[in-house]
């Protein structure tokens, strides 16, 4: 069984990673860009925020500017693709490099740390709720601000261009739609929202590190094709919230794995776990549809 701490832990990783998962569903759903800008623009964000927020900035400001680090870098990256026309993976997988060394330059040593220093967590602790709980409840309270402005978006006629577009580019092109800024306003909308989710989890942990978003693309996956599996995303609204329900339910499955006395599962077990859930989300949707159609045969 899991303990309270670790149960509001697991979400609170979870609600962060929700706005990973934002991310991804923009990149790779919506425009049909598969994007690894994310493993950099996830410590960039956290990097910004952090050496912002020790220089004396405002907690919000310096995660606003973490965003607008995030949406600079996805930026790159989709301008690569365009206007170079190098092929979209290489491009991400360029600049994910390149952000290795830009991480370092910014906080100029491997890591950060934020003790002592305010955040955006700080004003919340004097609520009265447990330690614990306050950074679950302002999480949600992000998360849900986010899913309202990006249904919002996707519904103005740029969304739908910027849909259009990731659906079929020769018909948006043909409708006069200017694809590549649409593909470029996506990207750096996509890597803008891993920015802010790399900002609050370094002002959650209390430390940005130049290593933390490795294999961050591979849980925000995890997280969009597991909430997909729970919540059919058949409009936007339910993607995004599928979007959300992923990320918190594979951060619980991962508590649960490792609190799991039975399965002798340890912390170096992480990615195994991982790759096991990833599997399960990516194979599960189709064998529930061949149960359904036996079922239905049976049935007639």
Known sequence: MLSEIAFY??????????????????????????????????????????MLIMAGWNPWLATGMAIVAGMAAGAVTALLNVKLNILNLLASILTMIALYSVNLRIMGRPNVALLGEDT??????????????VPVLLFVIVAL???????RFMKSETGLAMRATGANPRMARAQGIATGAMIVLGVALSNGLVGL????????????????????IVIGLASLIGGEAVLTPSTVVRALFACIIGAIVYRLAIAFALNADALGLQ??????????????????????????????????
Do not use: C
């Open 120 to 133: 955006v967590l700080t004003p919340w602790y004097e609520l009265g709720l447990e330690f614990h709980q």
């Open 267 to 300: 912390a170096q077990d992480l990615n195994l776990i991982t790759a096991v859930l990833v599997t399960l989300a990516i194979v599960l949707p189709g064998v529930r549809t061949k149960l359904t159609h036996r079922f239905s045969r049976k049935q007639a």
């Open 9 to 50: 832990g697991a979400l609170e990783t979870g609600l962060i990673y929700g706005l990973v998962a934002f991310g991804i569903y923009i990149s790779f759903r919506v425009l049909d860009f598969p994007d690894l800008t994310v493993d950099g623009s996830f410590p960039l964000g956290a990097a910004v925020a952090a």
């Open 145 to 151: 601000v986010v899913l309202v402005l990006l249904w």
């Open 197 to 216: 989710a790399g900002a609050l989890f370094a002002q959650s942990q209390g430390a940005a590190d130049v290593t933390m978003g490795v294999g961050v």
